[in-house]
């Protein structure tokens, strides 16, 4: 009898235990199996408790996370920035002005006098380069609305159809007799295979931009207007002939020493466009010029 007793302590005891074990593999089990899953998408959180969705005690809760946006810097700079577009111009001279003023010079042999057809260009080749050294956005509201003004090189290129040629003030070249008080342009009497008048200028812009997403340059759309004041440094008119080689002609061909322009650039995500028009003719004697040019900004902002 006593034997028996200690038997049947002994397997409660047994029992006991391994009821225990399997209470701990199962809480192990279950902690393991109720563990947090965190789902994040942008910025929406999803957090579910459990990865066994048949119980009834399983939980999902679904989060909306504010994203930080970095501190914007009231004045950012951009450092090398470079225009590539055309340049063009709309000519308004008044060409009988012009030709009593001997602004315009027949050569030898002309049947008739230089006009509007003379100073058509070669829209696809005559180009604007601008080399702008930096450009720098001063917040005014939010970052929404911003000043921006930089200082840069405009390099305008006019590459002309025809062979006319731009000279110096002097004696004429037709007659020793007649002197010619400004500088004037002739229909040359070779053909060239590259004719371009070059004017640069050194400039500085001044805009008004509008910015719909400042925290990020590659979305939203920004909008700048203004003007911009240029100060000619550098003309010359550039050619090539069979008969006369390559040859680069410096000198003062009348252009106006400063130009005032009407300035715009749009952007559109990472994408930049440039625009610009004077009212005022690139000349300052008779001819009646007057400088536009669009193209591509490569810009970070």
Not at 129 to 134: M, P
Not at 236 to 241: A, L, P, T, V, W
Not at 247 to 256: C, P, T, V
Request: charge should be positive; include cysteine; glycine fraction near 8%.
């Amino acid at each position: 009898m006593k034997k028996l007793f200690t038997l049947m302590v002994l397997a409660l005891i047994c029992t006991a235990a391994n009821a225990q074990n399997d209470s701990t593999k199962t809480d192990s089990t279950r902690g393991r199996s109720e563990r947090s899953d965190t789902i994040r998408i942008g910025n929406i959180v999803i957090i579910t408790n459990g990865a066994n969705h048949r119980e009834s005690g399983s939980n999902t809760s679904i989060s909306m996370e504010r994203r930080r946006h970095k501190k914007l810097s009231n004045i950012s700079t951009n450092w090398g920035i470079v225009d590539l577009g055309f340049a063009n111009y709309t000519d308004k001279t008044n060409y009988i002005a012009a030709t009593a003023a001997q602004n315009l010079v027949n050569g030898p042999g002309s049947s008739f006098p230089l006009g509007a057809g003379d100073f058509k260009l070669r829209a696809a080749k005559s180009v604007d380069v601008n080399l702008w050294l930096f450009m720098q956005r001063l917040n005014l509201i939010q970052h929404h609305v911003n000043l921006k003004y930089g200082l840069g090189l405009e390099l305008n290129n006019y590459r002309f159809r025809s062979n006319i040629s731009f000279k110096e003030p002097g004696t004429s070249p037709y007659s020793s007799n007649v002197s010619i008080p400004n500088a004037y342009v002739i229909r040359d009497s070779i053909s060239f295979s590259k004719n371009k008048l070059a004017a640069d200028y050194i400039t500085v812009p001044l805009m008004l931009n509008f910015a719909t997403n400042p925290g990020d340059n590659k979305k939203g759309v920004s909008l700048s207007a203004g003007i911009s004041a240029g100060y000619l440094y550098g003309q010359r008119n550039k050619q090539i002939s069979s008969q006369r080689g390559k040859q680069k002609n410096k000198g003062d061909y009348d252009l106006e020493q400063f130009k005032l322009s009407y300035i715009a650039e749009i952007g559109l995500g990472p994408v930049r466009l440039y625009g610009s028009y004077s009212p005022k003719s690139i000349f300052k004697n008779q001819l009646d010029m007057r400088p536009y040019t669009l193209g591509i900004r490569l810009s970070n902002w």
